[in-house]
């Protein structure tokens, strides 16, 4: 039986093909079937956009839903209900789970699951060595065909030059992409950024070099065997400029930063505040300010909420001792918007960094954009709504967040994957 729904009286916004202004939106089974007026289409249910902004469903290319592992937690459920009450529809989930997303059973688990929950869609990172241990490779074409749409280490560097090399070779002959988080692994072995901060703090550093050095050496390995990069969370000045000019020489090379390294820094640590114990650490202000214009300007292509749930005893630990991490999949909307108007990047930039932007690198035909034809993965949101970030009343297990107590505007109303009312 068809399903015909109507949003009236929305300002729609699609960055992808540049529609910006009040339409009315007609879906029939799943699929946009019109932006214009809809005086002549009967629909079987009407969703007034009053006041609101009507975008495509977020893309989040960092999301971590500890799943394999917590199933007994119930995180999946959690997790995915977070990600539809903040206008999520789409994410990719890193490979280090428990256990480790390397076999193929393990990803069609996590799919199978993720599907029946009927929430957002989940798009697997296989693991690109065995265990994430940086000595074997994956057999990378049986995770692409259950369902893997690239492959990484997570935050877990891969320290040997030659294993890297080969799995770009790999990576290069099938076309596939390699997630890389760049941090050298001895370098980048403290908890807070280099820096008079953590000095002060008394804090085991990482400089920038460690992030540096590692984009230097897959920038090499990129020329030399062709394979195509994303970069995960870069967090320094230096880093991009360096991928400045690695994508001015044409090399097919992507990347994001997170929500924290984009409003944050490592003044935020305070008084040894756990909530701040992020990875990639918080830099400096310079550091934000180049992060911020790089994302404004293209050289940076998505933004994300590098969401990742922390049980409450690994972050009442000693600062240095407590787990990285915090809560962000409700928390990528109002903050991206946020950015939007304070760096002058405006209402649109800040809508396609977290919609068709990040869609563009997964290659998934009729996501992230609103045009006829595509998949109706919407976001109803309220620009007007201002509120308060209280982490004991988030959806998501993880309750810890630097954001804690922020004042935002502008929240998700209703969430549409595939047609279907998944939130409001």
């Known amino acids: 039986m068809s399903t015909r729904i109507l949003i009236r009286n929305g300002h729609v916004i699609d960055p992808a093909s540049g529609v910006d202004g009040l339409h009315d939106v007609s879906i029939v089974d799943g699929k946009v079937h019109a932006i214009g007026p809809s005086s002549d289409f009967d629909a079987d249910r009407t969703l007034d956009a009053t006041g609101c902004l009507v975008v495509p469903g977020l893309v989040d290319l960092a999301a971590r839903l500890r799943e394999p592992g917590y199933e007994h937690e119930r995180m999946l459920e959690s997790e995915l209900a977070a990600a539809v009450a903040g206008g999520v529809t789409s994410l990719v989930c890193p490979p280090d789970t428990d256990p480790v997303l390397d076999e193929p059973g393990l990803v069609e688990m996590l799919k199978f699951r993720a599907k029946n929950l009927q929430r957002a869609r989940v798009f697997p990172l296989g693991a690109l060595t065995r265990s994430l241990a940086g000595e074997i490779l994956t057999e990378m074409a049986e995770l692409k065909e259950a369902g893997c749409i690239g492959f990484g280490q997570a935050d877990v560097p891969l320290a040997n030059t030659q294993v890297l090399q080969r799995a770009l070779q790999y990576a290069s002959t099938f076309g596939y992409t390699v997630w890389l988080h760049p941090q050298d692994r001895d370098l980048g072995r403290g908890v807070a950024a280099s820096g008079p901060l953590a000095t002060r703090l008394g804090l085991a550093g990482v400089p920038v070099a460690a992030e540096t050095i590692a984009i230097f050496t897959i920038v090499e390995l990129m020329r030399s065997t062709g394979a195509r990069v994303h970069l995960c969370r870069l967090s ?130 009729g996501l992230g954009r609103l045009s006829a034809g595509s998949t109706a993965d919407l976001c109803i949101v309220d620009p007007a709504v201002e509120w308060q970030v209280e982490p004991d009343s988030l959806r998501s297990q993880g309750k810890h967040t630097p954001f804690g107590g922020y004042a935002v505007q502008g929240r998700a109303r209703f969430t549409l994957v595939d047609g279907r009312l998944v939130h409001g």
């Open 236 to 365: 320094s000045a230096a880093g991009v400029a360096l991928v400045r000019a690695a994508k001015a020489e044409g090399l097919p090379l992507s990347c994001d930063v997170s929500i924290n390294s984009l409003l944050l820094t490592d003044n935020d640590i305070g008084y040894f505040d756990s909530r701040a114990r992020l990875e990639p650490p918080l830099r400096q202000q310079r550091d934000r300010d180049a992060l911020s214009q790089a994302l404004a300007d293209g050289t940076i292509d998505a933004l994300v909420s590098d969401h990742t749930p922390v049980e409450p005893d690994a972050k009442t630990l000693p600062f240095a001792e407590s787990e990285p991490g915090a809560t962000g999949l409700e928390l990528l909307l109002p903050l991206a918007l946020r950015w939007g108007q304070d760096s002058g990047a405006g209402r649109l930039r800040a809508i396609e960094v977290v919609t068709s932007a990040p869609s563009a690198l997964l290659d998934v035909d």
